[in-house]
T-cell receptor
């Protein structure tokens, strides 16, 4: 079972609409959670990073939330643009000395005009 | 440019052929990571360097995979006797120290025929 699960697998929305992507994790002990955006053919780019004590963080039209008790996170995109079409990957870091990141499989978002 | 660069961007290899993938991290970044990303999946950790020291290679799938970073900057991921299941995008990431702010390169797409 994947330690970081995302839903939905894919999503299609119209330009200008809002959407919310979900991430559930079982990684323990928890260090931090980050959301990455990955355009086709490119490497992931960090959107937000949240530690245990943070429950929301914004980056422009992107707002991430974190509930460390239920081990859930969401990424909300407001007023979507065509350029938001990409994969959004939830990544969790375990609090140990391995320095490894555990990636979800991503949500593929397509924004149509 | 100031970002992480990787070469080649695309590589087609015949089964059994050896390949070498190069990563140029951001200048001054101590930590360097290699990931393997299968089609439609999130990246999976392969190995981690701090300067020239390979601190974690637990993600390397077999002894056909070998990574080095002899001078603490450029890194090479070598795959010997490639197999079809090695087909994936290989991502390199670097950070000043540790995993907190990782910057990803564009990846090398390897196709093994």
């Amino acid at each position: 079972k994947n330690q970081v699960e995302q839903s939905p697998q894919s999503l299609i929305i119209l330009e200008g609409k809002n959407c919310t992507l979900q991430c559930n994790y079982t990684v323990s002990p928890f260090s931090n959670l980050r959301w990455y955006k990955q355009d086709t053919g490119r490497g992931p780019v960090s959107l937000t990073i949240m530690t245990f004590s943070e429950n929301t963080k914004s980056n422009g039209r992107y707002t991430a939330t974190l509930d460390a008790d239920t081990k859930q996170s969401s990424l909300h995109i407001t007023a979507s643009q065509l350029s938001d079409s990409a994969s959004y990957i939830c990544v969790v870091s375990r609090l140990d000395n391995t320095d490894k990141l555990i990636f979800g499989t991503g949500t593929r978002l397509q924004v149509f005009p | 440019g100031a970002g992480v660069s990787q070469s080649p961007r695309y590589k087609v290899a015949k089964r059994g052929q050896d390949v070498a993938l190069r990563c140029d991290p951001i200048s001054g970044h101590v930590s360097l990571f290699w990931y393997q990303q299968a089609l439609g999946q999130g990246p999976e950790f392969l190995t981690y360097f701090q300067n020239e020291a390979q601190l974690d290679k637990s993600g390397l799938p077999s002894d056909r995979f070998f990574a080095e970073r002899p001078e603490g900057s450029v890194s090479t991921l070598k795959i010997q006797r490639t197999q079809q299941e090695d087909s994936a995008v290989y991502l390199c990431a670097s950070s000043l120290v540790g995993t907190h702010f990782q910057y990803f390169g564009p990846g090398t797409r390897l196709t093994v025929l």
